[in-house]
């Protein structure tokens, strides 16, 4: 079975521009979360969505937003790119509440 | 709220060695329980999760671990280390209900498994 995928792998931007990461969800899973991880650093809870709603949003500026599609796959965005949100974004699915299972991440380097 | 301490940010321990990876947790409703794993440049594998069943939890690649309430503990244990064991340990905990979901990290702990 697939796992969680994302898309792209690597990114590198510069300040001020604008990213979209993309997220696949495991099959049959209706919920996907984000997270950061910046370097040594344990991931930080971006958002959560469910079934096509907003369920949480963690401590970040509304520069971040995310939706999700009736798929079930997800997109995150950032806008007005600052060298900080370099980092590790990682993706999670989830079948109710018993485990979240990641994918590989989009490391994005922001000039 | 809830946070989650891991005490050791490396530890090493001996190629077949006993290797205890600690994690205090504090949480104001009934927790769920996870640890993951990190390699290098990859995202994370869930290892082994408590959600209020048995105490002690078995996972992958030989690892366990045990809920401990009264120390709000669960340490990460494995008998004999390999080689392979190399890499970063984060212990996360969640609430155990709908709207509790989000995963709340620790800050890792980096093993290294000495030849």
């Known amino acids: 079975d697939a796992g969680v995928t994302q898309s792209p792998t690597h990114l590198i931007k510069t300040r001020g521009q604008h990213v979209t990461l993309r997220c696949s969800p495991i099959?049959?899973?209706?919920?996907v979360s984000w997270y950061q991880q910046v370097l040594g650093q344990g991931p930080q809870f971006i958002f959560q969505y469910y079934e096509k709603e907003e369920r949480g949003r963690g401590n970040f500026p509304d520069r971040f937003s995310a939706r999700q599609f009736p798929n079930y796959s997800s997109e995150l965005n950032v806008n007005a790119l600052l060298l900080g949100d370099s980092a590790l974004y990682l993706c999670a699915s989830s079948f109710g509440l018993e485990a979240q299972y990641f994918g590989p991440g989009t490391r994005l380097t922001v000039l | 709220a809830q946070s989650v301490t891991q005490l050791g940010s490396h530890v090493s321990v001996s190629e077949g060695a006993l290797v205890l990876l600690r994690c205090n947790y504090s949480?104001?409703?009934?927790?769920?329980l996870f640890w993951y794993v990190q390699y290098p440049n990859q995202g994370l594998q869930l290892l082994l999760k408590?959600?209020?069943?048995?105490?002690l939890v078995k996972g992958i690649n030989g690892f366990e671990a045990e809920f401990k309430k009264s120390e709000t503990s669960f340490h990460l244990t494995k008998h004999s280390a390999h080689m392979s064991d190399a890499a970063e340990y984060f212990c996360a905990v969640s609430g155990a209900n709908f709207g509790n979901e989000k995963l709340t990290f620790g800050t890792g702990t980096r093993l290294t498994i000495i030849p």
């Open positions: 099959s049959g899973h209706k919920s």
């Open positions: 949480s104001s409703v009934p927790p769920y």
């Open positions: 408590y959600t209020s069943a048995a105490t």
